[in-house]
């Protein structure tokens, strides 16, 4: 993958527990002019103290997009949950109907509801929480092909 000279890149995985990743991610880019966190909602939603600490970090654009989609829809695809009822795929996906943006108003972020990649121009300076809303139809497509 190239690269831009002075560009980091991180990955986390969450095998082994979701919980702290946007904590992480402010730690990392906590010196950096410009940071990127791409997250799904469930993650979010494990660490939604984590921006408590942007005001004791230096001045910087940080972006944490959270990829809303109702839930960990991922689970859906794991074969030994694809047998439950629907009842239980909605337990185990553990849907929800949230908004991220209350989250952003709580710790003074700026937020952008994104549904169209024009929607990512012209970010304002400082903390920006991007809320991406995939369509499902869309989404279930790209996985049809990926998995093609």
């Known amino acids: 993958l190239p690269q831009k000279e002075g560009t ?14 946007v904590s992480t991610f402010l730690g990392l880019g906590a010196d950096a002019r ?8 469930l993650t979010a939603l494990y660490d939604l103290s984590a921006p408590w600490v942007l005001n004791q970090l230096r001045a910087g654009n940080r972006r944490i997009v959270v990829i ?3 839930g ?10 694809r047998n439950l009822s629907e009842e239980g795929r909605r337990c185990v996906e553990n ?5 991220f943006e209350p989250w952003a108003q709580m710790w003074g972020l ?6 169209d990649l024009p929607d990512l121009e012209n970010l ?16 279930e497509g790209f996985w049809d092909a990926w998995s093609a």
Do not use: K
């Open 34 to 41: 410009e940071s990127w966190l791409i997250c799904g909602d």
């Open 72 to 81: 960990g829809r991922i689970f859906s695809r794991m074969s030994a949950f």
């Open 95 to 99: 849907r929800h109907d949230l908004s």
């Open 124 to 139: 304002p300076e400082g903390a920006v929480l991007i809320e991406v809303r995939p369509d499902e139809v869309h989404s």
């Open 8 to 21: 980091v890149f991180f990955a986390n995985r969450g095998a082994n527990g979701i919980d702290g990743q």
């Open 110 to 115: 700026n937020y952008r509801l994104c549904v």
């Open 68 to 70: 809303n989609n109702d």
